[in-house]
């Protein structure tokens, strides 16, 4: 699915290098502790998130994640979005909460990563 | 060769731009991305922990046809018990850092999940000198 049709569907703006719009995104996580998304994520795709700073966006840029879509109506600053814009990562904002984010775009085919942690 | 970097303890906005910088070398240097990826993963918690728990420290890199060194070393509180901090999950982060998304508790064995070999030498009191190497070949 491509970063412009998960923007519709979450009634997302795309903030930041809407000109990858058309850009396949075929796995998500979504997660508010940078520390799990390092440990447990590495497929690139999406990242939702409802953590606003620029750890979020140098997360995503380490772990070479295509997208970020900040939940719950938060707002990147400039910095963020320079970084972003630098790194060549999307970002997009919604007012959806967490959870229903991510159950929509799983409902419409975006898996996860479902392999359980390390015992 | 060999890159050294100051990873500043009081401006958390800052902490990763070492690790930024080093993956961006080994992009240049074209090692494969996998590598880049894991030394990349291993040298930002290792940041993030010198910020969150030891007031910054330094950061050094040793690249060569063989293996990337990385050793981080700082002058903060040290490690107690090694073993428990080891353990996923055990975090001994502040409410700020975890507001920040840090403290998940995940830090250290993500480093040694992520390299080929880590060695930590730390005194209480004293600080704490984290080794980890990555294979190139």
């Known amino acids: ?119 | 060769m060999t890159f050294d970097y100051v990873v500043s303890g009081d401006d958390f906005s800052s902490a990763g731009t070492a690790s930024q910088d080093i993956k961006k070398r080994l992009q240049q240097l074209g090692i494969p991305v996998q590598i880049v990826r894991r030394t990349a993963i291993a040298m930002f918690e290792a940041e993030i922990n010198m910020v969150i728990h030891a007031h910054g420290g330094v950061a050094h890199v040793a690249i060569d046809e063989h293996k990337i060194t990385i050793i981080m070393e700082d002058h903060g509180p040290g490690i107690p018990d090694i073993e428990l901090a080891m353990q996923p999950g055990y975090s001994t982060a502040s409410e700020s850092a975890r507001d920040m998304g840090w403290g998940a508790g995940m830090g250290l064995p993500n480093m040694k999940k992520n390299s080929d070999f880590m060695k930590i030498d730390s005194t209480v009191g004293v600080g704490t000198r984290v080794t980890m190497e990555l294979n190139i070949t």
């Open chain 1, 1 to 119: 699915m491509t970063a412009g049709k998960i923007a519709i569907l979450l009634g997302a703006e795309i903030v930041c290098h809407d000109d990858l719009r058309d850009k396949e995104i075929m796995t998500a996580c979504g997660s508010d502790m940078m520390s799990d998304v390092m440990a447990f994520y590495h497929d690139g795709g999406l990242l939702l998130t409802g953590l606003v700073n620029i750890q979020t966006v140098r997360t995503a840029s380490l772990l070479d994640i295509d997208a970020v879509c900040f939940v719950r109506g938060k707002i990147p600053n400039t910095d963020m979005l320079a970084l972003a814009q630098e790194a060549g990562i999307i970002i997009m904002q919604t007012a959806l909460p967490m959870f229903p984010a991510c159950g929509i775009l799983y409902q419409s085919g975006v898996k996860g990563n479902i392999q359980a942690a390390d015992k």
